[in-house]
Structure formats: structure tokens, C-alpha cells
């Protein structure tokens, strides 16, 4: 009976042919695909995982001799240097011309581009070989998602002149969308900062070749250029002067005006404030805060999902939110000086998603176990605020809040 297979002798079946590859890049387009199956498949720190593989692939196929075998253990040193034993590795006697150029390569220039409203940013960086045998100039291009906080999708492939003149013409086109050329030390340090939360994902977006390109794009992001710099600043959360005077300004402008805003007076005062107080604790809950940056991905956000997860609402506040909410976003595009185009699409998804908000806060359904108990207290007519009368309520409902064994 034949041994049984590993996964290493199962990745060396899959690089059979890597001798028949025209050049270098195509070369490392393949191994990258392969340890894309290692990544994806683990379930946190993917990145140490990919490394790990590596390192006990390359000694249990130290012995291996053939030309397939002696040539894919280079193509993976070149990949994950830091694997251990990756120093040690070189091409075999059979090894293809192109194997000397595996990893030597330089960069050729960094750009990024991205919307105005601050969700997304795409870096982009191009790189030549050394020697033209090791294949055509290639392009590594990185999608961060500040909403989410991740490096959300990244692709290397070519050529870099069609892909860059590609990213040009989109972003000419569009006036919701910039482009600029990118200093390289920050794009590798903005790309590999929200890389590794990536990499820590239980599940992995679904979209894109994020798990094929991880690995080839790691070793492209290892020739950017470091720089020295200060520490990062973490934003710090607005002090209560601050947001006092931050809706202070909200409610002298003409957005707050317009939505009948600056008059509210007796009951409906209360919650216009409170209402002003969760879009402020929604922009603070973002990695990069900031409460003037709106969209109609992060209204959406806000209004179909942390809302009810985080806010117990009456039917007053229920009625008062969109409406602040378009007054917010229509006065923080103005601050931000975005063009009218994206005040306008900002303000149309909102109320669009107006009917579905009306009909979550209704069912409750996205409403988290803590608002739900929260709600339900509200609903009994008990202030969550008094503590005798709080502890009334749980005694009373105690049968119903604790689990059975």
C-alpha cells in the first residue's frame, strides 16, 4: 500500500510543471496560489501560518532532487524569506534560467486613489525585474477599507503600464473619485497595518484573490522603503467641550436650519440631543474617527445595523433620527468640502434606507441581547436608572432571564 500523501508531497504534485513556466513572475504567481490554500484555510494569525507551512515544507523536501521540487522550494524561500531555512535554499543544477531572478526585483513607482468620501483607499505599486528574464513589469495593488479596518482585497498581476493607465482613466472619469502619486513608506505601512488584521480574520472576505496574493504581495511590500516615524497617534475621543461645541456649530448652520432643527424646543429637545449624541458615538467607534466623515456606506451602517445594536430608541427618536441624520451628513460634506454630487447621493441613500430603518426598529430584530433586555425594561414603564426599581424588575422576570442547566 502507498504511504499516504501530505500536504507537502500535494503542493509538489500542484508545482509539477513549475520548471515549464516562461519566467520568474509567473513563477511566483503560482507559488503564492498555492500557499493561498494554506492561508484561507486557517483560522486566525494566517500570515504565521503561511510561514510555518514554509518552514516544514522546505525540510521535509530537503532531500528532493528533481528539478520541480528543487525549483518550487525556491519560489517559496523567495516568497517567505523569514521561513526558517528559506536563507539556506538555492535553485538547484536543473533550475530554469529565470530561477536566479525569483524575488529580485525594485519598485518603480507608488500612486493611490480612492473615494472622496474617505471609505476606501487603493494603493498601487509597480515593480520591475533586474533582468527582464524575470518577466514583464508587474503591478501590486492594495484595497483598505476604512470602514471595516482591513486591507480588504489586494491583487498583483500585469502588465503595470495597462493597469495604472486603467486606474487613470477610472479615476479621471469620476469626480467622487482622486488620485494622486503615493510616497511609498506610507503605503507600506498603511497596507501592512490593516494587512495584519486581515490576517487575524476568522473568516476572510469573499471577493478578490486577497488569499492567492497574499503571499507574493507580502514579498513585493517587503521592497518598499521604511521610514522612521513618530508614533502613531491614536485619535483621541472628542471631550464633552469639544462635542458641545461641535453641535453648537451643527445647529447654527444653514443644514440645521433647513431641517427645522434649530427650533426644537420642550419633549422633542431631549431627543434631538440624543439623537446627535449616537451619530457622534458611531463616527468615535471607527478606527480612524472622525464625526465628520459620512457616506452612504457608513449612513448605512449606522442607520441599519449599529443603531439597533447599540440604542434603545423610543418612537420619538425613531421619528427624529433620519432627519437628523440627513442635517448631519448634508453639514459634515459641506465641512469637508466635498463635491455637491456626494452630498446629494449621501442624502438620497439615507432616505431611501428610511423605510427599512422604520421597519428594524419596529421588529427589533437586529437589537443586541443587552438592548433587547434594555427595551424590554422601557416597554414595563421601569427606568433603567433607578436601581431599586431595576432590581424589582429583575426579581420579577428572573424565571425568564436566567438559563436553564
Known sequence: MAPPRTPYDTVLHAARDVTRLDNALDAEMLGAALLGSVYAIAESDRNTAVREFVTGFLAATARRRTAAATTIRAVFAALVPDAEGAERVRPGSQAPAWSGQLGRVHLTGTWAYGDVYGDQTSYLATFAYDDTAGGQEHALVALVDHNIGITKDIYVGGPAGRILEQVRQMCAADELTWFREEDPARMRDEVIRHLAITDDLVELPSAGAL???????????????????????????????????????????????????????????????????????????????????????????????????????????????????????????????????????????????????????????RRSPATAAVAELMADGVDPDDPEALNAWIEANRHRLIEPD
Open 211 to 365: 488569499a492567492t496574493d497574499r503571499a507574493l504581495a507580502g514579498a513585493r511590500l517587503a521592497v518598499l522603503p521604511t521610514a522612521p516615524a513618530p508614533a502613531r497617534l491614536v485619535p483621541e475621543p472628542l471631550s464633552a467641550t469639544d462635542r458641545a461645541d461641535l453641535l453648537r456649530r451643527f445647529l447654527a448652520s444653514p443644514e440645521a436650519t433647513r431641517a427645522g432643527l434649530d427650533t426644537i424646543d420642550g419633549p422633542e429637545l431631549a431627543s434631538l440631543h440624543f439623537c446627535l449624541g449616537l451619530l457622534l458615538d458611531h463616527a468615535a467607534s471607527f478606527p480612524d474617527a472622525d464625526p465628520l466623515r459620512w457616506s452612504p456606506a457608513v449612513a448605512g451602517l449606522f442607520l441599519l445595523d449599529w443603531v439597533h445594536r447599540r440604542a434603545v430608541l423610543d418612537m420619538d427618536d425613531a421619528a427624529m433620527l433620519p432627519r437628523v441624520l440627513r442635517a448631519w451628513a448634508a453639514y459634515a460634506a459641506r465641512q469637508r468640502e466635498l463635491p455637491a454630487l456626494a452630498a446629494t447621493q449621501t442624502d438620497v441613500a439615507i432616505e431611501e434606507m428610511v423605510p427599512e430603518f422604520a421597519r428594524l426598529y419596529s421588529t427589533g430584530e
